[in-house]
């Protein structure tokens, strides 16, 4: 029976335990060994139909990314391994207005860049986690291409903050790349307070619009003034960064569940709290069109936010990463998102922190880090540097297997 919507609003405001990816740190991280295997991955062929399907949909991007611009240089570096670069790290405040009548609005924004030597101190994230592989303010490597660094923003989980995949974002300055991920104020490790606001729901993405805006703004003084290729952007995100990914991507809000939800006193917030100015945000949509692929990692799109049609609106590919020891309703995702171009991997033993902190008593941590990068890698340079090569090809194909903790699938939007 279909929940009715103001109760499938109030439970999604409630989140429960699906998206508090980043509620255990204050108990010594999720071990996720009590987790039981996904059943979504039980059959899951990388051989089938699926393979077929991605091998005629490469053939079809190849011709839309002929004009992505010249082949790069960073396409020469191996996507299973780290690049040649060291990594540098930075982070800065940033304001900027934000819509739904919450007026100034002041983040923090981490970047992590390719750097020519591995010199400075190392970040705290979250005044918790040393980062020991990262130098603050090292100094800048020049653009491997005349064209500029491509870029890659990220959204962390519930509770979370900037830094909590930080594993990826090395991997992809060591690239070449540029990475960046604000903080979410309001839903950080130190900061929040329960229940969940209504703006929270849309003011992640506006942080991730903010963030690019703030690479393609900075100081003419800066080293790297002027060359952030912010035109075509990768996105990835981690547990409730899941939500952020879908509705930067574009996918429409079920606007009767919100209106209904923010009115019902059963909602876990005081009844009224949602305003026409809010309400007037999630109806017009959140999609960055800069964002040209995205990656939702350990979550799931939530039908109680953006409703039974929400994802036909979203037009840009998706990888789907998830673990078998963190059953976060991925399987449900792929099978429910017709009209999406979307590839899935389900990896043996990950839990939900081994697409962040990496904390995972099922999985050793380096294994699953290695293939989540390579996977990230290999489809970054496909739809932002329209990499053709048949490494890159044949992992997202599924014929080149990554590892054999792997399963994959895929479907082309017109599936």
Known sequence: ???????????????????????????????CGAESASPATSGVDATSSDTTATSSDTTATDA??????????????????????????????????????????????????????????????GGLFLDPESFIDAPL???????GYPVHTYSHGHQGFGGTSAFLMRAFASHGWVAIAPDHVGNLLADFKPPKASWLFYVRATDISAALDALENLDKSDPMYGLARTEKVLMSGHSFGVHTCWAVAGATFDMAAIEAGCKTTS????????????????????????????IPMAGSIDRQMFGATGPTSVKIPMLSMSGGKDPVGADTQFASTSGVAMTWIDVAGACHQSFA???????????????????????????????????????????????????????DADQ
Do not use: Q
């Open 1 to 31: 029976m279909p929940i009715p919507a103001p109760a499938r609003f109030a439970r999604f405001l409630s989140f429960g335990a699906r998206f508090l990816g980043f509620a255990a740190l204050s108990v010594g991280l999720a071990t």
């Open 357 to 411: 902190l990496g904390s995972c008593g099922t999985l050793d941590k380096d294994l699953g880090f290695s293939v989540v990068r390579t996977y990230a890698l290999a489809f970054g340079r496909r739809h932002v540097l329209a990499d053709a090569s048949a490494t890159v090809v044949g992992i997202l194909a599924g014929t080149s297997p990554v590892s054999a903790t792997v399963t994959f699938k895929h479907k």
């Open 141 to 147: 490597a020049p653009p491997v291409d005349a064209t």
């Open 267 to 294: 909602s876990p917030m005081p009844s009224g709290v949602c305003t026409a100015a809010e309400l007037a945000v999630y109806k017009k949509g959140l999609r960055d069109p800069r964002v040209v692929a995205s």
């Open 64 to 125: 839309a990314t002929a004009d992505a611009g010249p082949t790069s240089k960073t396409l020469t570096f191996d996507v299973s391994k780290l690049g040649p670069h060291a990594v540098g790290y930075r982070a800065w405040d940033h304001t900027y207005n934000a819509p739904g009548g919450l007026g100034k609005r002041t983040i923090k924004l981490h970047m992590w860049y390719p750097a020519t030597e591995a010199k400075g101190d190392n970040p705290l994230y």
